[in-house]
Nanobody, 124 residues
């Protein structure tokens, strides 16, 4: 069974930075795309970013472009989300997701596996 485990969430002041990590339990996910979604309080889950198998392609939501950076280390089966210039509206539970089809789009329906989520809270 594939498991994705996020870490690195917490409380930060506006303008600060956090780095989230997501470790996959099996090597298979070096062959697929991985992404990050978030669910703000009282709202639906939304796409943040995704990265292809080889790290050659990335996709970002407009709301995080220029502030967030996704990267991956296939040798460690881990994907990272570096979040800079954080804003209160970035407050959400952040979820790691993976799909073996190398899809880096925004539809959550294409992602087969999900982590349990990690809370990010940005204070003003």
């Amino acid at each position: 069974q594939v498991q994705l485990v996020e870490s690195g969430g917490g409380l930060v002041q506006a303008g600060g930075s956090l780095r989230l990590s997501c470790a996959a339990s099996i090597r298979t996910f070096s062959s697929g795309a991985m992404g990050w979604f978030r669910q703000p309080p009282g709202r639906e889950r939304e796409f943040v970013t995704a990265i292809s198998r080889s790290s050659g392609s990335t996709n970002y939501a407009d709301s995080v472009k220029g502030r967030f950076t996704i990267s991956r280390d296939n040798a460690k089966n881990t994907v990272y989300l570096q979040m800079n210039s954080l804003k209160p509206e970035d407050t959400a539970v952040y979820y790691c997701a993976a799909n073996p089809s190398n899809y880096i789009g925004a539809s959550p329906n294409w992602y087969n596996y999900w982590g349990q989520g990690t809370q990010v809270t940005v204070s003003s």
